[in-house]
């Protein structure tokens, strides 16, 4: 059965989405772990490595839903400020950067802060804000690196958070999209396919009890723009030196930019 979400209005998206989130949010994480057999931790760690965390960035990490990217840039924000201050740079809590988790669905963000509390996650450095990516209630030119993992197919005008991330950044800054793609091989891409369909609203529905809200994930998949569009889409938003990079055979694509 569907979801209906191919009929859905376009003013009705960020409704339907808000909706998905509140209900998945207390097994958001365990059902990660499922339906991706763990791999999304790996995807993640990548991307995280190609972040070039520096001593005093402000790091702003979108979509951030329950905090798995922005734990991991904390944890290397904290290492390179370790190095920076064996090499004998001193800092203090103004000089220190900070690690921003922003998302637009507050159920999401209390589970993050659950989670940063339970595992015992220093949280001094890391602010939480709730936002719609569309618009964010940051000022201009302020962020070194801008995040936005598994969050920009949901965002209602991915075109205007892309020209939103741009405003956030610092000249210089660095924008990192981390989202599902177009599998490349054929073969592959009707196994997926098939795995995507038929498999993930069916453990929906059996451990989150919820198969419509994993059958919106699935569509809301394919109905994203493939990594050369999304190219296109972040040059015409003025990014420069647009690269990106296919994970498990384009499963998954890490797109990177940068503001001039
Ligand atoms: N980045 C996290 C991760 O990789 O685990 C969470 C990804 S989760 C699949 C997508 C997140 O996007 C949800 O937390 C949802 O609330 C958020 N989201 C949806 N629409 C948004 C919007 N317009 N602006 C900001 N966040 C949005």
């Known amino acids: 059965a569907s979801f209906g979400y191919e009929d859905v209005a376009y003013d009705d998206k960020e409704d339907l989405v808000r909706g998905v989130f509140e209900r998945v949010a207390p097994s958001y994480d365990v059902m990660n772990d499922l339906m991706s057999a763990g791999v999304h931790r790996l995807w993640k760690d990548y991307f ?12 702003l990490d979108v979509a951030g839903g329950t ?12 290492r390179a400020e370790r190095d920076a201050e064996l090499d004998g740079q001193v800092l203090d809590a103004k000089t220190r950067g900070k ?68 405003r956030c950044l610092k000249p210089g800054g660095k924008y990192m999209i981390l989202e599902f793609s177009r599998v490349e091989n054929d073969v592959l891409r009707s196994v997926y396919d098939f795995y995507s369909f038929n498999i993930i609203p069916k453990l929906g529905e059996i451990v989150a009890r919820d198969r419509g809200s994993y059958q919106y994930l699935v569509e809301s998949i394919r109905k994203f723009p493939p990594q050369e569009e999304l ?16 994970l498990t055979g384009g499963m998954v694509a890490m797109h990177v930019g940068y503001k001039d």
Do not use: C
């Not at 905090?67 to 904290?78: H, M, P, S, T, Y």
């Not at 889409?233 to 647009?242: E, N």
């Open 99 to 166: 690690v921003i988790v922003s998302d637009i669905n507050p159920a999401m963000l209390r589970e993050g802060m659950k989670r940063a509390t339970t595992r015992g996650i220093a949280q001094n450095q890391l602010e939480w804000l709730e936002g719609n990516a569309e618009k964010l209630p940051v000022e201009d030119g302020s962020v070194d690196v801008y995040t936005i993992a598994f969050g920009l197919r949901n965002v209602t005008d991915t075109r205007a958070a892309i020209a939103d991330a741009y």
């Open 67 to 78: 905090g798995d990217v922005a734990f991991r840039v904390l944890r290397a924000l904290q």
């Open 48 to 59: 995280v490595s190609r972040v070039g965390a520096f001593a005093g960035m402000t790091h």
């Open 231 to 246: 190219k296109s889409m972040m040059q015409g938003v003025g990014f420069r030196h647009v690269s990106y990079e296919n």
